[in-house]
């Protein structure tokens, strides 16, 4: 998604004089070009995230939309308390894009993992996390978080292709039916399950995809899909905890869906004690593959 997110913020940079991007020294073969399009509205912050997201915070008080850049566990985690108080409880238009979201950095292990980054940006005041799918999601959302008056994170990760005749990139996007479970997942991780082979068993997932937190109430449809008893899984790429598990099963609860099966994949950090690639990682936590395919026959089928 990051070539995407860079031809957007090319395309942005003439129709708005007000855009100033700051990157944390990162963007190596990806941002060359918005440095030569955005020429002095490009600042190299250096190795000091903390002293990005302050001085961003200075420029959208003076009337600039600053985009900042870093790696998701950089952009979001070690600048977290200047987010808050710099930021947020001001409520500027300060747009942090994290790249690389969940086991994103694969081999480069847990201090570039970021897997709790959706839950602590999403409970800030005034925040708006943007979640994109397909590759095509990523100009979409770029645009509304550039006419959004408040902060934005926005979370990067290898897009999918978009082979799907998807509706646009919004808050909730159903992907399509099925007949015995509803999935509601986050990010590309879905595109696990869009690939599976066994077709019986994707023929029984009616499959939803979340694109923008904070989430205040579920589709109607999803709602009544889920009364007529369908098991509901959550599916996330970050940790179950103040993530997407936590909150869908608090609002089927207040929707009255009490009754319901309810069960969560996430990840679940390093079991193994080890690291390897994004997609070693979504196996061990049972996000993809086989582990994958026997929870939900399990699940499904018992």
């Keep these: 998604m990051r070539a995407e997110f860079a031809r957007e913020m090319i395309a942005l940079a003439d129709e708005y004089q007000n855009i100033v991007f700051l990157t944390g020294d990162l963007g190596y073969m990806a941002l060359e070009q918005v440095r030569e399009k955005l020429g002095k509205r490009f600042i190299n912050a ?95 959302a770029v645009r509304t978080m550039m ?43 879905v595109g696990n399950l869009l690939g599976l082979q066994d077709s019986a068993l994707l023929g029984d997932l009616e499959i939803w995809s979340i694109g923008v937190l904070p989430l205040h109430g579920l589709p109607a449809e999803l709602l009544q899909s889920a009364k007529k008893g369908k098991i509901v899984v959550t599916l996330e790429e970050h ?15 207040e929707a009255g869906c009490g009754d319901i099966s309810y ?5 679940t950090g390093y079991p193994s004690g080890t690291y390897g690639s994004q997609r070693w990682h979504q196996e061990q936590s049972g996000l993809a593959g086989d582990s994958l395919v026997s929870f939900l026959k399990e699940a499904l089928y018992g």
């Design 46 to 140: 250096g190795v000091a995230e903390q002293n990005m997201i302050s001085v961003a915070a200075g420029l959208a008080r003076e009337g600039f939309v600053p985009w900042t850049y870093s790696i998701a566990p950089f952009a979001v985690l070690r600048p977290y308390e200047q987010i808050r108080n710099d930021v947020c409880l001001h409520n500027l238009p300060v747009k942090i894009v994290g790249n690389g979201g969940g086991y994103g950095y694969g081999i480069m292990g847990a201090t570039h993992h970021v897997l709790e980054d959706m839950a602590v940006m999403r409970v800030l005041p005034n925040m708006k996390v943007f979640v994109p799918v397909f590759r095509k999601d990523v100009g979409e």
């Design 147 to 189: 006419i959004d008056p408040s902060p934005n994170y926005l979370r990067l990760n290898l897009g999918l292709p978009s082979t799907l005749p998807v509706e646009s990139f919004r808050q909730w996007r159903k992907l399509k039916d099925g007949r015995r479970a509803i999935i509601i997942s986050i990010g590309p991780v």
């Design 239 to 253: 940790y179950g905890q103040c993530g997407i598990n936590e909150t869908v099963a608090q609002l089927l609860l």
């Design 263 to 267: 069960k969560h994949l996430c990840a």
